[in-house]
């Protein structure tokens, strides 16, 4: 899949409206999880070293802080790319600011989600938007299965380019499709309904698939295990999964307030072999409650069991990401993905709506 590179882009004098994802934790106000901003640094780096008027457009979700006025601050601070924050003002407000950048000046323009029309992909509003950039960037791989104006709207209306966070993703779950074998699927989190989709087509390629966290739930109440007070899908039916041979589940867990908090030392023991005698390793979302202190050492052992298998290991999902990054492990493993959502979209399908959308507008 050949998507438009800004390494084939002359960028001088350009405005390049660049979608990133600075979706990201704070602690008391301040950024907490840096990897996907790290990540996203060399595109950022590569506009303003050839002279692009860099528009950076990012989305916070709710209850995240609201502004992304300290993610310019952290960058000012932590990094090499000096950023101008443009406050909550209208599209034609931030337009007149924009107007006036120089070549190779870098700005962050307000939470996308404080204007009304970007979640519902409003094409009045992308094309507003759009009138900010010559050229648009989309390097936010993490948020492209979002069907939002910054991710499919604007390449309606600007030349389009993917950015170089973007190919990496792109290129390192291209090994997913290929895997050697012993393929082992280990599988976390919650959100069931969002998963079920990549369950069923790693089911056919993987020889071994693990089924934690609180995705695991559901499976477990369908056995007859005792949840207790688990949060536990009612919409899904899932037997049809549990006579499957590949298919495995925690044989103990670990409880608080009669909820399921992590898996238990029967399940870790059981683990282990089978990742040891792994070749190739898929996971996403964690095993265990990690906000939880004491909950999070199945996905900690597990994770080090992972990087000393040898095993070529693909690793995503927000929370798997922050506890490798705890770990001090994040870069040891052979490629740690951005995303969580998209990730799974993506290999459930081979695509996601910010590529469609890239390929649709390059046909052009």
Do not use: C
């Not at 770990?327 to 740690?336: A, P, R």
């Amino acid at each position: 899949m050949n998507l438009p590179s800004i390494k084939n882009l002359d960028v001088r004098g350009k405005r390049a409206l660049t979608r990133v994802d600075f979706n990201v934790l704070f602690n008391d106000g301040r950024v907490e999880d840096l990897y996907r901003i790290s990540k996203t640094i060399p595109t950022i780096e590569y506009l303003r070293d050839r002279g692009a008027r860099t528009i950076l457009i990012s989305h916070l979700s709710s209850g995240k802080n609201g502004s992304l006025s300290a993610i310019a601050e952290y960058l000012n601070q932590n990094s090499s790319v000096p950023v101008k924050f443009i406050k909550q003002k209208s599209l034609r407000e931030i337009k007149k600011e924009t107007d006036e950048m120089k070549d190779g000046d870098v700005v962050l323009i307000e939470n996308l989600r404080l204007f009304p029309g970007e979640e519902n992909n409003d094409p009045r509003f992308a094309e507003e938007l759009a009138k900010l950039g010559d050229v648009y960037v989309n390097d936010a791989f993490s948020s492209s299965h979002r069907g939002h104006a910054s991710i499919v709207g604007l390449p309606k209306y600007l030349p389009s380019y993917i950015g170089f966070l973007f190919e990496k993703e792109m290129e390192g779950f291209r090994s997913v499709f290929e895997p050697s074998h012993p393929f082992l699927f280990i599988l976390g989190g919650v959100k069931i309904e969002t998963k079920l989709s990549v369950l069923d087509k790693f089911l056919e390629i993987a020889d071994s698939v693990f089924v934690g966290g609180a995705l695991a739930n559901s499976f477990l109440k369908a056995k007859g295990f005792d949840t207790g007070d688990s949060v536990v899908s009612e919409k899904i039916s899932v037997e049809k999964y549990l006579g499957n041979p590949k298919m495995f589940f925690p044989v103990d867990v670990k409880k608080k307030d009669g909820k399921i908090f992590d898996i238990g030392e029967e399940t870790i023991a059981k683990l282990l072999p089978i990742i040891k005698e792994a070749k190739f390793i898929l996971w996403n979302g964690p095993v265990g409650n990690i906000e939880e202190r004491d909950f999070d050492k199945g996905t900690k052992v597990l994770a080090q069991a992972v990087l000393d298998s040898g095993a070529k290991a693909v690793v995503g999902g927000g929370d798997t990401v922050a506890v490798l990054n705890q770990m001090g492990i994040l870069d040891k493993f052979s490629f740690v993905s951005t995303a969580g959502g998209a990730m799974l979209e993506f290999l459930a399908t081979g695509t996601l709506p910010g590529i469609e959308a890239i390929k649709i507008a390059s046909a052009v």
